[in-house]
């Protein structure tokens, strides 16, 4: 009856550390996995932003460059806004067909990041 008891308790201690291992082997996994996809959003973030910038920096020439055309910059910048206008629009008209597309790419990037992570460890 002793040694029913003493295997008993080793099998519950091995039975904790075995939980214990999983949790710690999910949370390194888990963060393998973010640290793999992190840089993939920060760099995405970063080629926005240089996007914005370059879309402002050529709006303005395109502005100017249409304005000596037309002997009025007022002119210019008017026609560079009502593009932008037209874009918006059309943006609204077609934004639910460009959200599904947009989105499905990503969800499929993500998913591909996570995955190269699971294929390590196989």
Do not use: C
Request: hydrophobic share 50%.
């Amino acid at each position: 009856m002793e040694n029913e008891k003493f295997s008993l308790k080793g099998v519950i201690h091995k039975l904790k550390e075995y939980i214990q291992t999983n949790k710690d082997l999910f949370v390194l996994q888990s963060v393998e996995r973010l640290s793999q996809i992190v840089p993939v959003i920060l760099l995405t973030i970063v080629k926005l932003v240089f996007a914005f910038f370059l879309l402002v920096y050529l709006s303005i020439s395109l502005a100017l460059f249409l304005g000596e055309l037309m002997n009025s910059y007022a002119l210019g910048f008017l026609v560079t806004g009502a593009v932008f206008f037209l874009l918006i629009i059309l943006l609204s008209l077609f934004g639910g067909a460009i959200k599904r597309s947009i989105g499905g790419s990503m969800v499929n990037s993500f998913l591909r990041k996570w995955n190269e992570g699971g294929n390590n460890e196989k």
